[in-house]
């Protein structure tokens, strides 16, 4: 019998009687002897079917107290999640990312949006109609936005801001240019939802502006030990808000990093050069929504100039004028040929 066992003293006291009762020579004290181990064996058994009964109740207790904490848990995580990113909500219930203040530079295409006078909206409707019709917004936006993959950074009022490239990215090129057409996508669920806007007490559809970039930017936990914000930092973010601020009704304004990325798959034009505050003049382009937009649209390139303009959106006028530009610009170009024709049969 191995040493440590709780029945080893009945296992030896059984193991006397068996052998006296085969050699014949029990003695009436040696019965009375086995009835007091067997009562004594009893008792011990009695304790341990009682503690074990009380174990199990125990453990059915711990059991029923784990699966209501795992609810709470859960329930308290799927309120959580509504206030994180999917992308970054993932990546810190799976330990892909530590919640601490850590970041890393990386390249993303930063977007914003914002909401054309909605000051002034909001100041001529009630409020309840202000908050019914910015959920609205704000929701079919996110759908879109987490559609093509964004990083949802936050809420700005009725602004948004989101960007392409971290916690996941598709790759630099490919992160702008779902960022472009997301960009797309919304203006024309926008457009398509003018009729909705009449509930709220809205004489005119809303209409949104945007501006996109794509650069080097700081990425990561921001805050205090007991207050941190996952966002990106940096001169792509800078230059995005500000292209949005620079946009027309209606209008998305690209960086040129951001169309030198998209270009062969998206079809732009370039648009004026703009002086953007506290960053200086940056070229400016927009993707041509339409095949109405893109079959007027005309691009004239020579080295590292080009020339981008979209015919539909000039009138009678200016297009003769640009035609008679365009001829003197080609008689111009055959006058430089000759010269220069001239003066290498002179060499």
Known sequence: M????????ESKVLE???E????????????KKLGAEYKKLLRTTKRIIKLSDKSEQRLTALSKEAQDTNKQLEGLSNQLSKYLSPQLYQSIFTGNKAVARTSSRKKLTVFFSDLCGFTNIAENLESEDVTDMLNLYLETMTQIALNYGATIDKYIGDGIMLFFGDPESAGIKEDAVNCVKMAQEMQETLHGL????????LQSPLQMRIGIATGFCTVGNFGSETRLEYTAIGSGVNTASRLEAAA???EILMSFDTYSLVSDQIPCQELATVHLKGIGPVRT?????NIEDIQSSISLEVGSSSLNANLSALSVEDLDEFEASLLRAIEKVKGTKENMSQQESLL
């Open 285 to 289: 382009f927009q993707p041509l929504q």
């Open 248 to 250: 027309e009704n209606g």
């Open 194 to 201: 003018q009729d909705n806007w009449h509930q709220y007490g």
């Open 16 to 18: 006397t009687a068996e």
């Open 20 to 31: 006296l009762i085969s050699q014949g020579s029990a003695t009436p004290e040696d019965h």
């Open 2 to 9: 191995a040493s440590g066992d709780i029945f080893d003293h």
